[in-house]
């Protein structure tokens, strides 16, 4: 596995259930596309009935994510 692999994604949907808050605002490093409802590396999900945005945020900025990333590109 290879940090490259991931894309910088945000939770898209309107009337997010917002369980963790961070609806929209916090890019964190998901594997697939834009669009699909992969786990991201810290764990989280866009939702039962969300996605992740279509858009491609500039950077991930969820720490839990950037750790994992860190992790993995010191292997
Ligand atoms: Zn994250």
Redesign the pocket.
């Known amino acids: 596995m290879n940090a490259d692999s991931f894309l910088p994604l945000v939770k898209a949907g309107r009337g997010s259930t917002a369980m963790h808050g961070d609806h929209g605002r916090?890019a964190?490093?998901v594997i697939g596309g834009p669009g699909g409802t992969a786990k991201?590396?810290?764990g989280?999900r866009p939702g039962m009935a969300a996605s992740w945005s279509a858009v491609i945020a500039p950077a991930v900025t969820?720490i839990?994510?950037i750790r994992m990333m860190a992790a993995i590109a010191d292997k």
Do not use: E, G
Request: aromatic content about 0%.
């Open positions: 916090i964190h490093a991201a590396l810290c989280t969820c839990k994510c």
